[in-house]
């Protein structure tokens, strides 16, 4: 079955730092995958969406890129502020929003 | 922006009694979801559910779940002899399509804790 791993330690950073992310995934080739941010105590709330044939993809601090060869998203934080203090969790879609999440990193920005 | 709704929030009880979790999806969505997620674990899809039938279930989704659309706007998760292992935040979510372009939209969450 498809494994989806994300970094397994919390990130702790200062502000205006940038978050860097890490998803790597095995048994699949998705043609698409997402991030999603989580607060505690709330739902997976959808942040952005990259395909297989997209390197990149920008949403104002936030950028996205999708390594198909090395099966791994990156997903970065620019200018980072207290506020984007979450957990944040890709995502593969394995037919029809069946979502397959990984398990999260807990980002943590300093002010 | 519109809103997925899950009443209760909060839902506790005994082991082996039935509980009903509640959920009002967007008003013009046609996919509904449930997902579970135990405390420090990953979220888990459950089922699928379009046209008044479930699309696709997951092993966690046995004969003690169930799911009913009762009119046009109630989407429910039946557990009928709840477990102690059953307590998870559950959350419901509905997309218009699925068209990769619609997001979903998760809500809130009920935190079940069975006793």
């Known amino acids: 079955s498809q494994k989806i791993e994300q970094n397994s330690e919390a990130l702790n950073i200062q502000e205006g730092k940038t978050a860097t992310l890490t998803c790597n995934y095995t048994n699949y080739s998705p043609a698409y995958l997402q991030w999603y941010r989580q607060d505690p105590g709330r739902g997976p709330v959808f942040l952005l969406l990259?395909?297989?044939?997209?390197k990149e993809k920008r949403k104002e601090r936030l950028k996205v890129t999708f390594d198909t060869t090395l099966k791994q998203s990156l997903f970065h934080i620019t200018a980072s502020q207290p506020a984007d203090s979450a957990t944040y969790l890709c995502a593969l879609d394995i037919g029809d929003y069946k979502l397959s999440f990984g398990a999260g990193t807990t980002v943590t920005v300093r002010a | 922006e519109p809103e997925v709704t899950q009443t209760p929030s909060h839902q506790v009880t005994q082991m082996g009694q039935e509980v009903i979790l509640r959920c009002v999806p967007i008003?013009?969505?046609?996919?509904f979801y449930w997902y579970r997620q135990i405390l420090g674990q990953k979220v888990e899809f459950l089922v699928s559910f379009y046209n008044n039938e479930i699309s696709e279930k997951s092993e966690i989704f046995d004969d003690q779940f169930s799911v009913e659309r009762p009119d046009g706007s109630n989407f429910t998760l039946k557990i009928r002899s709840t477990k102690l292992e059953d307590s998870a935040m559950y959350f419901c979510a509905s997309t218009l399509s699925r068209d990769i372009n619609e997001k979903l939209f998760f809500g809130s969450g009920t935190q079940l804790s069975v006793l």
């Open positions: 990259i395909r297989e044939n997209e």
């Open positions: 008003s013009n969505h046609l996919y």
